[in-house]
């Protein structure tokens, strides 16, 4: 008969935070940041079809480190309680702390219950009418949450990211300053010996949460539209974003309007003057 | 039950979690229950050059009585695609809604947006499960109409679908209409379309055809003019949906309403 060996629960615990910190910083590193017209996601990623960043809801948006079958498993919960949510109620009741309150749950008892813990670090994100509005959830394989005050690095060597990025972050950025800042913070480590290096435009996978737009908010900036912000062209700040055009680029009176539909806001264009009956 | 790993549609999601959310999943009394709710009567749609244009009217019906002058039956699925319900008002607009869901929770979870014949078959899906309410006589009968961003040519590119009860769908050439006032809307557009109309054009003449419905069928509403309620007109292009604001409409309406004075036949 094998021997059973004694493990104490500290003991457990340490060596789940140990493997699941591990995993995560071998990954590469994601940033999060509120800049005037939104919330801004950059993200190292060498695919352009795996993503670390996704849309969420109507102004809740995702970012993830560490496994990528993991964090996707939590991304399409998230997009699935997002959606219930939303049909049950209105989609104005969709609100990213319940989701993050909902991710803290799932990951706490991950850590607790399984035998190993999700090697994930996320970020639910959620743009209001303001910078200071905005509303940045960190959360941990253990399931812990904070609240970051409007910029938030993860991934390997998070720390010293996090340092560059303080030091570089204001409120009240434009979005090519924004993106400028974070790939600096995100290139300042990782070089030969610890020093910086360049991070070219193709392995930087770059969304952001838009403030001004009505219903769907989530934007991803590619191409050319992102090498225009790297290489600090103030047109590009206010280039349309690809796709729909007529939708509004100032808060409207639509904009606290109900929604008639489930669809998203943005889709339903003019609403009619109630007629007087 | 939110992290197992599977399906990317949401109404099959829903039919694990909150199957009681799905209106084809609600146990009815025996008996017709036709008379029970208001219904929502004519949509029209037409293919036109670069996109198509649907338009319906703004009655609610339940037996003799109008039940809302205003209601909103033309609403867009998604970015690219419009829908229209005719039938039971209150589980078509519930239909609506879940499909508007539908498309948007596969386009987040995938990260693409389903084809536009995708589309067309998942609502022919959501409305085959309504079959047993629709045989107590709460039929739901939408129809379908996008801008096909996978077409070859742009001038093909806006396509129509409708289905029956039993779900569908069924590709439509050039026009369609749906409701108790669509024999009449369809007998208008037979006379009037021609292939490669232009957007404006196709505008204009669902708005014609609408004011035939409602000029021979009683469950079908002409434009308000004393109220101000017109028609709800929308387009899918490559620009993505549209909406016509109150002012275009009325101006549109007000165009067929005075061209009747002279010629009431149209």
Redesign the interface.
Known sequence: MAMQFYASPEQIMRDRSELARKGIARGRSALVLSYEGGVLFVAENLSSTLHKVSEIYDRIGFAAVGRYNEFENLRRAGVRMADLNGLSYDRRDVNGLALANAYAQTLGAIFTEQSKPFEVEICVAEVGATPEDDALYRLTYDGSVNDEPGRMAMGGQAESISGVLKSQHRPDMSLSEAVRAAVQALSSVGGEGGAARTIAANQLEVAVLDRRRVGRTFRRITGAALTGLLDGDAGADNAPAPGRAKTPTVPTEEANKPTTSAGSADLEGQQTEQPEA | M??N?GTSS?TA??SK??PE?LPGRRPLPPGMAADLAPHATTIVAIAAAGGVVMAGDRRATMGNLIAQ??I?KV?????YSLVGIAGTAGIGIEL???F??E???YE??E?AMLSLDGKANRLASMIRGNLGAAMQGLAVIPLFAGFDLAAGDPARAGRIFSFDVTGGPYEETGYDAIGSGSLFAKSALKKRFRAGLSIDDAVRLAVEALYDAADDDTATGGP?LT???YPVV?MATA????????AETATIAEGVVSGRMENPGG
Not at chain 2, 75 to 79: G, I, M, S, V
Not at chain 2, 239 to 246: A, I, Q, S
Request: proline share 2%; hydrophobic share 45%.
């Open positions: 939110f992290t790993a949401f999601f829903l979690v909150a959310m002058r205003d909103e609403h867009p699925a998604d970015a609506m809604r879940l508007q869901v498309l948007e929770h987040k979870i990260g308000d109220r101000r309620i929308m620009e993505g949906t549209r909406r016509l604001t109150d």
